[in-house]
């Protein structure tokens, strides 16, 4: 995964604030969407903690909770080196599909919201 690469994509805090609520969501879901699109080339499921992260960005952006989600997002890919070893020992054994995941961006990405 080039998370250099993912991190460039996600834009400013200044800039995002100042985006409307459909821009918002906009950027969430096609940042997640190039996520797991990353994932995809890599040619594996997320992991443990991509999946978690990427779950809960989901929950956050249908609560309307955009800042959170890109948060989350942004959590999703960090380096396996950086992450927090006892949190591996705390995630859930349900874990989203690649699939499951992508589909559920995509209905999402039609939804109106007026979050930040």
Do not use: C
């Amino acid at each position: 995964m080039n998370r250099e690469q993912l991190y460039s994509l996600a834009p400013t805090d200044r800039a995002f604030r100042e985006m409307n609520g459909e821009q918002k969501n906009q950027v969430v879901v096609t940042f997640a969407l190039q996520v797991l699109g990353e994932i995809r080339k890599d040619g594996r499921e997320p992991d443990a903690w991509e999946s978690v992260h990427l779950m809960h960005a989901l929950g956050a952006l249908h609560g309307e909770r955009l800042t959170y989600a890109l948060t989350l997002l942004e959590l999703a890919i960090e380096d396996p080196a950086d992450r927090a070893p006892e949190a591996a020992a705390r995630i859930q054994k349900e874990l989203a599909s690649a699939d499951t995941l992508e589909r559920a961006f995509r209905a999402a990405q039609t939804k109106t919201v007026g979050g930040t």
